[in-house]
């Protein structure tokens, strides 16, 4: 039971997917997992929060959330009564990490409390070696857990209003209903949300207090404009925050590991936005994957693992930019508080670059690909990896997912990570929609279906976060875009990228505007494909008429290539490269291209899909709709070629 919790884990969030459009495979693949979702977790009589209790109750809702579904969905309700009736119980860090990002991303203000009473417990469970295990903290006896929940989830609990019978319970709720006294002695933003539950709010926001008046107790102010809910403070104390050599000593570290650390690390996370104290147990997190790193860049399953593994780099990734995250946020709010000196590593940090290219060589290796510089010992037979083995890893596939959206990277070791997974998920998802277990302890197919909602909805567990590392850390591609040149790495100490040619030209064309004209020439008309990958490098990190006109003359370059070198093209794994293919596709004018144009239509990257209409439509001199897939393939099998 504990081991398939592990599966459970992992963080969340992205943005909300709409109606699946004709012909769009991931779309497809989304709402048919949706519809798994919603029947494993429709209101039952007895429904107990599926195969995992609160850990698989709370994944799928994220998951449901994620993919789209409002919050007055059956399925969602549901969840979030089981979830809000029972998350004063929870003491396993999955759990009650895993109720704090649920609640977060729910966005009802009546649930800060409770996010605020797991945060502590979530604090209080980190060893002093800045990890955790599967249990995080104390538990209330019987008389403290019925007061809290008096307090607590009379304020916030799922109910219907009390003139409806309420369809879970037996007696169809109608015996006495407890009525909604507003409470006098809390600040007006803990007042109760009128019921039934209101609508998502579409950014979940930190609680705000006006400035504190100077007669307010300084034990309850976490900082000068958040305050920790009345009940919650006077349990403060009993949490060991990891501040003294006592409270250190007292959590010894040899039952920790990092996939229960990975996911507190996003649960403290979330936490810290509601006025939990965490600054210490972030600087804690921080210095522990700062002193277990790898030879290879990646990290093991326990701290004093020197050995990595694909999904632990995930997990050092992650962690690392947490405690990244939570710098930025002091810099930017507190420049004048002693603990927001940067340290030298700053936000290009090279332990994450480290990561990274390690996280780049096991996606390469995966593929079947030599990888760039040391790593990790391989499997016998010679092979790390079987060709389909880590993309239908769920546990792993999820993992990767986080740290490509936390560090807002289109590609990892220049592979497009995003395509690369969801084609496994695409080959493996079954007819009823769900993923099969697979690959990771204690798997199932409930499981693997909240994980690969949560991939293909490129979900984030804290958008705040996000926000803070945009454009801050970039992929040091270990393994380089097709056609480039691959440069080994020989020392693991190494943490400066070594540029290939591709990106040393893409680099001097973004640095120099006013030599930009004549570069984009160079690139367009010079023989090699560093010019066409340089383009490609050149064209996601540029907008507005610069973007254009490189992308302009990526369509010129290709459109001398043979028709069978851009039908390859089209399926590059770079979306730029995609872009220019279907751009020169229309502008060759062969008719050959027609076949993969339509397939094209049914591309992740709407610019393509778009690209390759406009092509069809010059090609074939049809208006057919860029959504009607099956209206283009009747009519190119009707001219009989």
């Not at 549901?78 to 990002?101: C, H, P, W």
């Not at 798997?443 to 926000?467: G, K, P």
Request: aromatic residues 6%.
């Amino acid at each position: 039971m504990r081991a398939g919790l592990i599966l459970l884990v992992l963080g969340c969030f992205g943005a909300p997917i709409l109606a699946a459009p004709e012909g769009d495979p991931i779309q497809i693949a989304v709402q048919k997992g949706i519809k798994y979702l919603q029947g494993t977790h429709r209101p039952v009589q007895g429904y107990n929060g599926g195969s995992h209790g609160m850990g698989s109750a709370t994944l799928a809702g994220l998951a449901l959330l994620e993919a789209g579904v409002p919050v007055s969905d059956p399925a969602v309700m549901n969840i979030t009564k089981y979830v809000r009736d029972n998350a004063l119980t929870q003491t396993g860090t999955y759990e009650v990490s895993l109720t704090i990002m649920f609640l977060d991303r729910l966005g009802q203000k009546a649930d800060v409390p409770i996010i605020q009473f797991l945060g502590l417990r979530l604090i209080g469970g980190q060893n002093y070696q800045g990890g955790w295990h599967y249990d995080c903290g104390y538990a209330l006896n019987a008389a403290d857990e019925a007061r809290l929940r008096r307090v607590f989830l009379n304020e916030t609990r799922l109910v219907l209003t009390p003139t409806k019978p309420d369809p879970l319970k037996k007696d169809g709720g109608k015996k006495e209903p407890v009525k909604d006294v507003p409470r006098t002695d809390l600040p007006s933003e803990f007042v109760p949300l009128p019921l039934p539950m209101q609508p998502l709010l579409p950014k979940p926001t930190p609680m705000v207090m006006p400035p504190p008046k100077k007669d307010v107790p300084v034990q309850k102010l976490v900082d000068e404009n958040t305050v920790l809910h009345p009940e919650v403070v006077k349990w403060a104390k009993l949490v060991n925050l990891p501040t003294t050599n006592a409270g250190e000593a007292a959590r010894p570290g040899n039952n920790e590991d990092n996939s229960n650390t990975q996911f507190a690390a996003l649960g403290v996370w979330c936490a810290r936005k509601y006025g939990v104290p965490c600054d210490k147990a972030i600087a804690l997190l921080d210095k522990r994957f700062r002193t277990s790193q790898s030879d290879d860049g990646g990290w093991g399953y326990k701290y004093e693992q020197r050995s990595s593994t694909p999904a632990m780099t995930c997990a050092g990734l992650i962690s690392l930019a947490v405690a990244l995250g939570n710098r930025e946020n002091v810099l930017k709010n507190r420049p004048d508080n002693p603990a927001a000196k940067p340290d030298a590593a700053g936000v290009d940090d090279p332990f994450v670059l480290r990561g990274l290219k390690c996280l780049g060589n096991y996606i390469s290796q995966a593929k079947g690909l030599p990888p760039d510089g040391p790593v990790a010992p391989a499997k016998k037979g010679g092979k790390r990896f079987k060709i389909d083995e880590l993309n239908s890893n769920l546990y792993f596939l999820w993992s990767l997912e986080r740290v490509g959206v936390i560090y807002s990277l289109e590609t990892i070791g220049n592979h497009d990570w995003y395509t690369w997974g969801a084609d496994g998920l695409l080959q493996t998802q079954q007819a009823n929609g769900s993923w099969h277990n697979k690959g990771y302890p204690g798997a199932n197919d409930e499981i693997n279906t909240s994980l690969a909602l949560l991939f293909l909805s490129r979900a984030n567990v804290a958008r705040d976060l996000t926000a803070l590392l945009n454009g801050k850390t970039k992929d040091p591609g270990v393994a380089v875009l097709k056609g480039g040149n691959v440069k080994l790495i020989p020392d693991p100490k190494v943490v400066e990228p070594i540029e290939t040619d591709a990106q040393r030209l893409s680099r001097e064309l973004i640095a120099t505007p006013a030599a930009r004209p004549a570069l984009i020439e160079k690139l367009r008309d010079s023989k090699g494909t560093a010019f066409t990958d340089a383009l490609a490098l050149a064209a996601v990190r540029l907008s507005g008429e610069p973007q254009q006109q490189v992308r302009e003359a990526m369509v010129k370059r290709l459109s001398r290539m043979t028709a069978a070198t851009l039908r390859e093209m089209l399926t590059d794994e770079n979306a730029e490269i995609r872009l220019g293919a279907a751009g020169a596709a229309g502008a060759k004018e062969d008719r050959q291209l027609i076949p993969a144009l339509i397939e094209v239509l049914m591309d992740k990257n709407g610019a393509v899909a778009s690209s390759a209409h406009v092509s069809l439509k010059r090609l074939s001199g049809k208006e057919f709709p860029a959504t009607a897939i099956s209206v283009w393939r009747e009519w190119w099998k009707s001219q009989g070629m």
